[in-house]
Nanobody
Framework: QVQLVESGGGLVQAGGSLRLSCAAS????????MGWYRQAPGKQRELVAA???????NYADSVKGRFTISRDNAKNTVYLQMNSLKPEDTAVYYC?????????WGQGTQVTVSS
């Protein structure tokens, strides 16, 4: 079994920064893609950013230039650095990992950006 544990969410003013972390543990041989999704109230879950095992990245248009995804393969951890936060970034952020072709999700961490 694989567990993903997120941390780093919280309340921040518009223009501020937060860094999310997600550590995978359990029976892991290798992790392929890892990513961050978010879900705002009344909206569907959407991809924020993803990173391959080799480090290739892709971002939602709404966060390009503000968010940076990175990973540490030795620690099975993925990060999301969020800068210049906007109220519309408010959502529950979920970590996702493709572990040997099986998707796993974290429990989610709340990010609230006040105006």
């Amino acid at each position: 079994q694989v567990q993903l544990v997120e941390s780093g969410g919280g309340l921040v003013q518009a223009g501020g920064s937060l860094r999310l972390s997600c550590a995978a543990s359990g029976s892991i041989f290798s992790i392929n893609a890892m990513g961050w999704y978010r879900q705002a109230p009344g909206k569907q879950r959407e991809l924020v950013a993803a990173i391959s095992r080799r480090g290739s990245t892709n971002y939602a248009d709404s966060v390009k230039g503000r968010f940076t995804i990175s990973r540490d393969n030795a620690k099975n951890t993925v990060y999301l650095q969020m800068n210049s936060l906007k109220p519309e970034d408010t959502a529950v952020y979920y970590c996702n990992a493709d572990v040997e072709a099986i998707p796993y999700w974290g429990q989610g961490t709340q990010v609230t950006v006040s105006s």
